[in-house]
Nanobody, 120 residues
């Protein structure tokens, strides 16, 4: 079955950095575009960044210049390096496949995510 295990979240002060990791299984990782998503309190889940099988990337305007998504096909992992964190980055962060046709992830599976809390 599809399984995504997110890790690396925590509490950090504004201006600090965190590196999130995701271990994926149950998918053909090397040909799958992958995305990081987040859901802040009282808000809908949103796409933060995605990376294609060829390692092309795109980012939400709110994180451009601060976050970097990358992948390691040998380890079936995708990472999100987050720098210059702001209080508004506080959210539960999830990884999943990214589906170009819908601009979103699959509807049938979401993992637990990892909590990122940024204090001001």
């Amino acid at each position: 079955q599809v399984h995504m295990v997110e890790s690396g979240g925590g509490l950090v002060q504004a201006g600090g950095s965190l590196r999130l990791s995701c271990a994926a299984s149950g998918i053909i990782f090397s040909i799958s575009a992958m995305g990081w998503y987040r859901q802040a309190p009282g808000k809908q889940r949103e796409l933060v960044a995605f990376i294609t099988s060829g390692s092309s990337t795109d980012y939400a305007d709110s994180v451009k210049g601060r976050f970097t998504i990358s992948r390691d096909n040998a380890k079936n992992t995708v990472t999100l390096q987050m720098n210059s964190l702001r209080a508004e980055d506080t959210a539960v962060y999830y990884c999943n496949r990214y589906l170009h046709r819908t601009g979103w992830g699959p509807r049938d599976y979401w993992g637990q995510g990892t909590q990122v809390t940024v204090s001001s």
